[in-house]
């Protein structure tokens, strides 16, 4: 029995350890001296990938949830993906083409902002946008493509 009690209390040590690790993002390693070997590559944009794309969102998330209050009231809310992408096209354009992927997150609610991530993936998906990064951990930028200026909201239908 003691002996089944200490299995036991090792597996549910175990399912706490693996519940802990399964909420940090890894990225596999990148050999780095390619880079140190040819220093000409340090102003070549880096490929962002979905993963970063997930990354960046939960960074971004996890410094929304610090500054939210420990209370919230519960809100059905729906908002629509085409609207959303509208405002972010809008904004893209005041911020003269180009901004902070962060930026693009202004609200607290967390339906609007995962909202607000589908729409520029969807935006990446129709190549209005592209999403850059210019070095490893420096921070995504969002630009808007030249010949899609014109977008207005009825565009994405």
């Known amino acids: 029995m003691?002996?089944?009690?200490?299995f036991k209390e090792a597996s549910i040590k175990l399912?706490?350890?693996e519940a802990n690790r399964s909420a940090i993002y890894t990225?596999?390693?990148?050999?780095?001296?390619?880079?140190?070997?040819?220093p000409t590559t340090e102003n070549v944009d880096l490929e962002v990938n979905a993963y970063d794309m997930l990354g960046a969102f939960q960074k971004?998330?996890?410094r929304k949830?610090?500054?939210a209050p420990l209370s919230a009231r519960v809100t059905r809310q729906e908002v629509s993906i085409k609207d959303q992408m509208g405002s972010?096209?809008?904004?893209?354009?005041?911020?003269?083409g180009r901004t902070n992927f962060a930026d693009l997150f202004s609200s607290d609610d967390k339906t609007v902002l995962v909202?607000?991530?589908?729409s520029?993936?969807?935006?990446?998906k129709r190549q209005v946008v592209k999403v850059e990064q210019e070095k490893n951990f420096t921070d995504l930028m969002v630009e808007l493509k030249k010949e899609t200026w014109d977008y207005d909201d009825d565009s994405f239908e």
């Open 2 to 6: 003691i002996e089944y009690r200490r």
């Open 15 to 17: 399912k706490e350890l």
């Open 27 to 38: 990225k596999a390693p990148m050999d780095l001296n390619e880079l140190q070997a040819n």
């Open 60 to 62: 971004m998330l996890r």
């Open 65 to 67: 949830q610090l500054k």
């Open 88 to 96: 972010i096209v809008n904004r893209l354009k005041i911020a003269n």
């Open 115 to 118: 909202v607000s991530f589908l």
């Open 120 to 124: 520029i993936l969807e935006l990446m």
